[in-house]
């Protein structure tokens, strides 16, 4: 299970998403330097123990509202190949030296487990407890399952979210597709927006509003992708 290491990360990731976050499309301050708090989300573990996973929860009060983001990061003690535009920054990290934070939606290694979860196959993880499961992360799948492992295929953006079409492999020689899955990353939350209705699973989430109030809302729907 994930171990949550008690140090300093220069810059944080607060500094770093605030560079990053205006460059981004669903972002919704246009023209003004975001000001971030932590507001909440989950981890999944890498089975391989190498890549750290990430699913978090920023709110910008810089404008006439707060707007909650979400952002699934990534942390590596290497570069990911082919990666580079994905990478939010290079911080040093206390304990493990210099990491490489990535954009999670990019990320294989976060793809495959964010699929487990939806397959009910990986648990979620608390954000800041080591070795603790959150049991107020909701995840389900409706129908046929589709079992990994899974090839990251497309990311596009779209209107406040980002796309992930994955393949999932039936294991033949050829590599062959059983399987085609959109999962659509929820970037800009909505407290209490919930359904799901025609969507083939979804994770469900919670966090909190600058007034400590907890609320919950998608944070990933997924859909048959088109072929």
Known sequence: MAVIHRTTLSPSKLELLTAWLPTQPWYEGAGRRPELTRAGGFRLDDPRGEVGIDFMVVTDVSGDRPVSYHVPLTYRGAPLEEADHA????????????????????????????????????????????????????????????????????????????????????????????????????????????????????????????????VRGVYVVVMDAPR
């Open 87 to 214: 990478l939010i920054g290079t911080p040093e990290h206390g304990v493990l030296g210099q990491r490489w934070v990535y954009d999670g939606a990019h990320d294989p290694v976060l793809v495959a487990q964010l699929h487990a979860l939806i397959q009910g196959d990986a648990e979620p993880q608390a954000q800041s407890v080591s070795h603790t499961p959150d049991p107020t992360v909701v995840a389900s799948f409706t129908g046929a399952s589709v079992p990994g492992p899974i090839r990251l295929t497309a990311v596009t953006e779209a209107p406040h979210a980002t796309d992930i079409v994955v393949d999932a492999l039936n294991g033949s020689a050829d590599g062959a597709g059983s399987g085609r899955l959109t999962m659509r990353v929820t970037r800009v939350l909505r407290s209490g927006e919930t359904d799901v209705e025609g969507t083939r699973g979804h994770v469900t989430a919670g966090w909190r509003l600058p007034d400590e109030t907890e």
